[in-house]
């Protein structure tokens, strides 16, 4: 049975992959498949990237300038395309990491409220 998501959890589990994405391109430049794993590794195997939603953020993070994208070669002497972190995106990334704290904070309230 297929699983479908609400409008809500989509663009919300989108803006988490666009914020992770950018956060992993504060380092420096990285292709693809860097990408991904430096996710997958950085969360434990908790978070898994697949193909499908990555490079599609990759080319929506690309449009909205908040990444650049150049031709290099990659640690398997192959073509590949990098990616790297504009100043919009470093302002675009501070502003999605305050709202990303904001939600976190709102839910532990309520899963675990203080008591009086």
Known sequence: ?????????????QG???MLVLQTLVLGPAHGHTIAYAIEHGSEDVLQV???S???ALHRLENRGWI???????????KARYYRLTAAGRKE????TTRWEQVVQAIGR???PAVE
């Open 1 to 13: 049975m297929p699983r479908h998501e609400s409008p809500l959890q989509s663009e919300m589990l």
């Open 16 to 18: 988490t992959l666009d």
């Open 50 to 52: 697949e193909h499908g």
């Open 54 to 56: 990555l490079y599609p």
């Open 68 to 78: 650049a994208s150049f031709w290099g070669t990659s640690e398997n002497n192959r």
């Open 93 to 96: 990334l501070i502003a999605q």
């Open 110 to 112: 309520i899963l675990k």
